[in-house]
């Protein structure tokens, strides 16, 4: 008799199938460890979906706020250098009407929760850094006869300052070979004679905005050429809100000791500023950039408003914080999203390099 069936016999052994009682143990087991792996990995992809739309937001507030610094940091850049003679201009009623030396122009939201507007002004002329003299005066309609050879180019926007409180922009259609230093500069004609000390200034190619505007729309960064007319641009998504302050020196000392909104009620309204004297215009300093902006995707398991402060300073007291704003942004039945927000201080350069020149 083969071994293994003797011992079989020794200790009672009988071969049979497994009972029910086995099944439903074995199957209890089963459920319990599936139910620990689900939640596992149900946690572990609410996190990655959280760490996904963070940083979704983080991106999208880093690239706004790039693109609003860098445009802001080039406030200013040819319209400060001739800002002296810019001075005699005319007030408009626009910034994309007015000749004033104003770099940079903040239209408040008129509330906490919605957006600023801003314009941000620059030139990109070619090789003229600041305006050149025209040789002689120049009926209205005439080409301008002009001591500065390789400034201008076909295409180029100008404008023409008289300093007696005339100015006027036109289109260079054609310039001609230099004469003893002198081109011929025709265009597309002003409706003003200019004398012989009127200045010529060069903004640069007519199709680039000199005079571009930043909005928010439908939760979109936006930017907009103003003086061609162009269709808004949007730029990045999934934005909230945008704020800007003045940097101002209020004592004229020539340092900035405060942070100011430009609320329609206010010194530092649109209306005023395009008006304001240069000395006014130069008081503005630097601009702060708030934005808030807000992950792609909706998160179902947030179930809890955001609140949000920008401008804030290290007082006690928070009234005391010049410009500082906050609000709060409820959830959705279906959840919330995942907001970031960001600021910066950019310095106008360009207008305090060139101030008092």
């Given at each position: 008799m083969p071994r293994c069936r003797i011992v079989r016999r020794l200790i009672g052994w009988r071969p049979r199938g497994a009972s029910l009682i086995d099944v439903i143990v074995g199957l209890a087991v089963a459920m319990v460890a599936l139910v620990v792996v689900y939640q596992a990995f149900n946690a572990t992809d609410a996190a990655r979906r959280s760490a996904s739309a963070i940083a979704d937001a983080q991106g999208n507030a880093a690239f706004a706020l790039f693109t609003l610094a860098s445009q802001i940091g080039n406030a200013g850049a040819g319209w400060a250098s001739a800002a002296q003679w810019l001075d005699a201009c005319p007030a408009a009623a626009g910034i994309a009407a007015t000749l004033r030396p104003i770099s940079v122009l903040v239209t408040d939201g008129a509330a906490a929760d919605r957006a600023d507007t801003i314009v941000v002004r620059q030139t990109f002329a070619h090789s003229l850094a600041l305006p050149a003299a025209i040789a002689s005066s120049a009926p209205a309609g005439t080409s301008f006869l002009v001591e500065s050879p390789d400034a201008f180019a076909a295409g180029d926007r100008v404008i023409a300052i008289t300093r007696t409180g005339n100015c006027a922009m036109t289109t260079v259609t054609a310039v001609s070979a230099p004469a003893s230093g002198v081109v011929t500069v025709t265009h597309t004609g002003i409706p003003i004679d200019l004398p012989l000390s009127t200045l010529l200034l060069d903004l640069g190619p007519a199709s680039r905005a000199s005079t571009m505007r930043f909005d928010l729309a439908s939760g979109a960064l936006r930017s907009q050429d103003v003086v061609?007319?162009?269709?808004?641009?949007?730029?990045?998504?999934?934005?909230?809100?945008?704020?800007?302050?003045?940097?101002?020196?209020?004592?004229?000392?020539?340092?900035?000791?405060?942070?100011?909104r430009a609320d329609a009620a206010g010194s530092w309204a649109?209306?005023?500023?395009?008006?304001?004297?240069?000395?006014?215009?130069?008081?503005?300093?630097?601009?702060?950039?708030?934005?808030?902006?807000?992950?792609?995707?909706?998160?179902?398991?947030?179930?809890?408003?955001?609140?949000?402060?920008?401008?804030?300073?290290?007082?006690?007291?928070?009234?005391?914080?010049?410009g500082r704003l906050e609000g709060t942004i409820a959830h959705t039945a279906s959840g919330g999203y995942r907001y970031r927000t960001l600021e910066t201080v950019v310095a106008l350069r360009n207008v305090m390099w060139n101030r008092g020149s």
């Amino acid at each position: 008799m083969p071994r293994c069936r003797i011992v079989r016999r020794l200790i009672g052994w009988r071969p049979r199938g497994a009972s029910l009682i086995d099944v439903i143990v074995g199957l209890a087991v089963a459920m319990v460890a599936l139910v620990v792996v689900y939640q596992a990995f149900n946690a572990t992809d609410a996190a990655r979906r959280s760490a996904s739309a963070i940083a979704d937001a983080q991106g999208n507030a880093a690239f706004a706020l790039f693109t609003l610094a860098s445009q802001i940091g080039n406030a200013g850049a040819g319209w400060a250098s001739a800002a002296q003679w810019l001075d005699a201009c005319p007030a408009a009623a626009g910034i994309a009407a007015t000749l004033r030396p104003i770099s940079v122009l903040v239209t408040d939201g008129a509330a906490a929760d919605r957006a600023d507007t801003i314009v941000v002004r620059q030139t990109f002329a070619h090789s003229l850094a600041l305006p050149a003299a025209i040789a002689s005066s120049a009926p209205a309609g005439t080409s301008f006869l002009v001591e500065s050879p390789d400034a201008f180019a076909a295409g180029d926007r100008v404008i023409a300052i008289t300093r007696t409180g005339n100015c006027a922009m036109t289109t260079v259609t054609a310039v001609s070979a230099p004469a003893s230093g002198v081109v011929t500069v025709t265009h597309t004609g002003i409706p003003i004679d200019l004398p012989l000390s009127t200045l010529l200034l060069d903004l640069g190619p007519a199709s680039r905005a000199s005079t571009m505007r930043f909005d928010l729309a439908s939760g979109a960064l936006r930017s907009q050429d103003v003086v061609n007319g162009d269709a808004p641009v949007p730029l990045v998504s999934n934005v909230v809100n945008v704020k800007f302050l003045y940097g101002v020196d209020s004592d004229g000392d020539g340092n900035l000791d405060t942070w100011v909104r430009a609320d329609a009620a206010g010194s530092w309204a649109p209306a005023v500023l395009l008006a304001a004297p240069r000395a006014t215009l130069e008081r503005i300093k630097a601009i702060r950039v708030g934005i808030i902006v807000r992950g792609e995707r909706l998160d179902a398991a947030l179930a809890r408003d955001f609140h949000w402060v920008l401008f804030d300073c290290e007082e006690e007291d928070k009234t005391a914080c010049p410009g500082r704003l906050e609000g709060t942004i409820a959830h959705t039945a279906s959840g919330g999203y995942r907001y970031r927000t960001l600021e910066t201080v950019v310095a106008l350069r360009n207008v305090m390099w060139n101030r008092g020149s």
